[in-house]
């Protein structure tokens, strides 16, 4: 398809004689929003604020879409699908500032002319705003998840968890603050958890037949399923389903998300080894890195800790980067461990949780083969 050079000459006199402001980003060309400095009078868009267009001729844009969609009502955002020659892809979103004018736009918009055989779709978007995460580790806490998922991603509201049969360990509802968060967040929190965690979890929208997801999601854990932090550390952990018992899930991430510390404790005569594959520390997770450091003929690792913040659970958390001068990669992470009676010992508590977690993931990708 060829780019009607026309419009697009007339689409930018538009914007320089109206001192209009528009941001490309992620195969979308954004107008107004929170970040675009545009003064608004009133609290941000809630719910059904929006409405889909579809059905728009590829050579038209901004110059013509917003100020019809403006005459409606004030826009708080307009958004128009590109692609990477120039036209648009026949679709766009306008965001008002109550559910009441985007319904007025509805009305009044649908059907509306733009050319020889072109007519408007105008319909309510629906913004989902919801995921579901699966395959999370039976040891999973609420809050815990909470904070580790408000590190990895921007706008998470709050998580509910799911558990029982015919769910594989846990499974949790996470609420967003906008459906951009949220999609942000479904493209990216996969590949973190396997990076910073080696987890492979599952992420989908949540469903629509799901229960209505404006209601709030219970703050409270099921009982017996989430024990407080306090009552947690030094218990061992919850055998996982078959599923996620190779691999394993590094203990680090139990301790994120609320597990119990590092292990410490050598297997003991007459009790049950751990599940295979999983990987058991007996000895301090600074020395086994530094052994097999040594024994890979890397040289010794550096770490870099940093503290980050205090989460309102009690929990301390950390940002490390370790560098193994032979290794492959430098490894970078968080964790979060509890308060000690000094610095010296939650700095080295900390350096001991991302030890653990480097190790975990030299041990998952064969890098030390």
């Keep these: 398809l060829v780019v009607n050079l026309e419009r697009v000459q007339a689409l930018q006199a538009w914007v320089k004689s109206t001192n209009t402001k528009l941001t490309q980003v992620n195969g979308q060309r954004k107008y107004g929003g929170v970040h675009a400095g545009v003064v608004w009078d009133g609290p941000p868009p809630g719910a059904r604020c929006e409405v889909f267009i579809s059905q728009i001729p590829r050579d038209v844009y901004e110059d013509l879409l917003i100020p019809l969609f403006s005459s409606v009502g004030a826009l708080w955002e307009f958004r128009l699908m590109m692609n990477f020659s120039g036209q648009n892809r026949g679709f766009a979103y306008a965001k008002y500032g109550t559910a009441a004018i985007a319904n007025d736009a509805i009305h009044l918009l649908h059907g509306y002319p733009l050319g020889p055989g072109a007519r408007l779709s105008v319909r309510c978007s629906i913004e989902k705003r919801h995921l579901c995460i699966q395959n999370l580790p039976a040891s999973t806490r609420q809050e815990e998840l909470l904070q580790v998922l408000r590190l990895l991603s921007a706008g998470v509201e709050s998580v509910a968890l799911k558990a029982g049969p015919g769910i594989e360990g846990v499974s949790a509802v996470v609420a967003f603050s906008s459906h951009h968060a949220a999609s942000m967040a479904k493209k990216a929190l996969g590949e973190e958890f396997k990076k910073q965690f080696c987890l492979d979890i599952s992420i989908k929208w949540l469903s629509a037949e799901k229960p209505n997801p404006d209601k709030p999601p219970p703050q409270k854990a099921p009982k017996g399923l989430l024990p407080s932090p306090l009552k947690h550390l030094g218990q061992t952990s919850p055998r996982l389903p ?11 991430f139990c301790r994120a998300v609320g597990g119990p510390p590092t292990q410490h404790d050598t ?22 890195l530094q052994k097999l450091s040594e024994a890979s003929g890397w040289g010794d690792p550096h770490y870099e800790i940093l503290f980050s913040h205090a989460g309102p659970d009690g929990f301390l958390y950390f940002t490390y980067k370790v560098h193994v001068p032979g290794a492959p990669t430098t490894f970078r992470g968080f964790v979060m461990i ?3 009676h000094c610095t010296s010992t939650m700095l080295e508590e900390a350096r001991r949780a991302a030890a653990q977690q480097v190790l975990q993931k030299v041990c998952s990708s064969g890098l030390s083969a």
Excluded at 242 to 249: C, F
Excluded at 277 to 282: A, K, R, W
């Design 267 to 288: 297997h003991v005569k007459g009790t049950s080894p751990p599940p295979r594959g999983q990987v058991m520390f007996s000895v301090s997770p600074v020395l086994l």
């Design 338 to 340: 509890l308060p000690g």
């Design 242 to 252: 078959p599923r996620l018992a190779s691999p394993a899930v590094p203990t680090a």
